[in-house]
C-alpha cells in the first residue's frame, strides 16, 4: 500500500502523510476510549510503514551503485534509532507519564515531516527541470 502510495504521491509526500498520520494516532492515544486506542493502534502501523516504505524507496531511486552497504546504514540508523527512542521514552515516561511519551513521538515525527518536505520539493524540481 505504501508503495503504491508513494509511486502516486512521491516518496516526499509519503512521508509527510505518514508523519501526520502518526502524529494523529500519537495524539489519539491520549483519549481513554478503547475505540480511540483501537484506531490510534491501526494508524500508528499505516504512518510508520508509510513513513518506513518510502525513506527505503528514496534512497534507492537516489542510488545509482552501493545500494547493499546503502541500505545497510539505513537498517543500522534505524535500529540505533529504535535503541534510542525506547530508552528517551523510558525518561520521558518517568518525568511526564503517557502524555510525554506521546509528545516525544510527535516532537520525533519532525524529522521524517521535515525529510518529506524536503523530497517533496526535490521531487518537484526534478520535474520542472525534465520538463
Same mark, same amino acid.
Given at each position: ?23 494523529l494516532?500519537?495524539? !489519539? /492515544?491520549?483519549i481513554k476510549?478503547?475505540?480511540?486506542? #483501537?484506531?490510534? =493502534? %491501526?494508524?500508528?502501523?499505516? +504512518?510508520?510503514?508509510? @513513513?518506513?516504505a518510502a ?5 534507492n531511486?537516489? !542510488? /545509482? ?6 541500505n545497510? #546504514?539505513?537498517? =543500522? %540508523?534505524y535500529?540505533?534509532? +529504535?535503541?534510542?527512542g @525506547?530508552?528517551l521514552?523510558?525518561y520521558?515516561y518517568?518525568l ?11 516532537a520525533?515525527?519532525? =524529522?521524517p515531516?521535515?525529510?518529506g ?7 518537484k524540481?526534478?520535474?520542472?527541470g525534465?520538463?
Open positions: 500500500m505504501a508503495g503504491n502510495l508513494s509511486n502516486r504521491i512521491g516518496n516526499g509526500g509519503t512521508m509527510v502523510l505518514g508523519s501526520l498520520v502518526f502524529a494516532a500519537l495524539a !489519539l /492515544t491520549l476510549s478503547l475505540v480511540a486506542i #483501537l484506531a490510534a =493502534l %491501526a494508524l500508528v502501523c499505516a +504512518g510508520f510503514f508509510a @513513513i518506513h525513506a527505503a524507496g528514496s534512497l531511486r537516489k !542510488l /545509482t551503485s552501493s545500494r547493499g552497504r546503502a545497510s #546504514l539505513y537498517v =543500522l %540508523a535500529y540505533l534509532g +529504535g535503541a534510542a @525506547i530508552t521514552s523510558g520521558a518517568g511526564a507519564g503517557w502524555p510525554g511519551v506521546a509528545a516525544l513521538g510527535t520525533v515525527l519532525a =524529522l515531516f521535515a525529510t518536505l524536503s523530497e517533496r520539493r526535490q521531487e524540481a526534478r520535474r520542472q525534465a520538463a
